[in-house]
């Protein structure tokens, strides 16, 4: 049974940095072509897709929020840490982490996390 | 990077109605299209890979086709649990990228 979860704050002050951890259970990180991923969703709009590890380290991220965005595992915790540096209140959202699988059609999200919503307000 | 332009933007519908939505990709993403529901407050979940392939425990009333730029998910017969937002997805290039939603609301 796989199943990720989200932890970090709910509340950071702009320009501060956010740091999310996905501790997950079920996979291994160093499995071929499985990868944890981050999408976010701001309150009322659309998932917006942000950074990708896959089991071999390879990285991806949103080119538009690459310059701000970190993704790390560690393949013996079973944990992804995703960093996004100089939070602004239009990163406000609820952040969710995925399991990633790399197969025909393309990389599937067939699990998900619950989603941690974080606020970013001075 | 890929727009995915989903239509419509909301739907009414009754239960026992045919629903179709559509997906366009601003450039050819293959088969590489995947389909999500996503209920108030919840996680999606994930109802089509690979374009037309319905992932395992979804019911068949759910179905997906299309290639390309153009794709569409159609619900045969709508249930009341399918009262939800979905959301297309290309799964082809990075950046990985996501449809506006499509709410289906009870008329």
């Known amino acids: 049974q796989i199943t990720l979860k989200e932890s970090g704050p709910t509340l950071v002050k702009p320009t501060q940095t956010l740091t999310l951890t996905c501790t997950f259970s079920?996979?291994?990180?160093?499995?071929?072509?499985?990868?944890v991923g981050w999408i976010r969703q701001s309150p009322g709009k659309a998932l917006e897709w942000l950074a990708l590890?896959?089991?071999?380290?390879?990285?991806r991220y949103s080119p538009s929020l690459k310059s701000r965005l970190t993704i790390t595992k560690d393949t013996s915790k079973n944990q992804v840490v995703l960093t996004i540096t100089k939070m602004d209140p239009v990163d406000t959202a609820t952040y969710f982490c995925?399991?990633?699988?790399?197969?025909?059609?393309?990389?599937?999200?067939?699990?998900w996390g619950q989603g941690t919503l974080v606020t970013a307000s001075s | 990077d890929i727009q995915m332009t989903q239509s419509p933007s909301s739907v009414s519908a009754s239960v026992g109605d045919r629903v179709t939505i559509t997906c366009r990709a601003s450039?050819?993403?293959?088969?590489?299209l995947a389909w999500y529901q996503q209920k108030p407050g919840k996680a999606p979940k994930l109802l089509i890979y690979?374009?037309?392939s319905l992932q395992s425990g979804v019911p068949s009333r759910f179905s997906g086709s299309g290639y390309g730029t153009d794709f569409t998910l159609t619900i045969s017969s709508l249930q009341p649990e399918d009262f939800a937002t979905y959301y297309c997805?290309?799964?082809?290039?990075?950046?990985?990228?996501f449809g506006g939603g499509t709410n289906v609301e009870i008329k």
């Open positions: 450039q050819g993403v293959g088969s590489y």
């Open positions: 079920g996979f291994s990180l160093s499995t071929n072509a499985v990868g």
């Open positions: 590890i896959n089991w071999n380290d390879d990285k």
């Open positions: 690979a374009a037309s």
């Open positions: 995925v399991h990633s699988i790399e197969a025909a059609g393309g990389f599937k999200f067939r699990y």
């Open positions: 997805q290309q799964a082809n290039t990075f950046p990985l990228t």
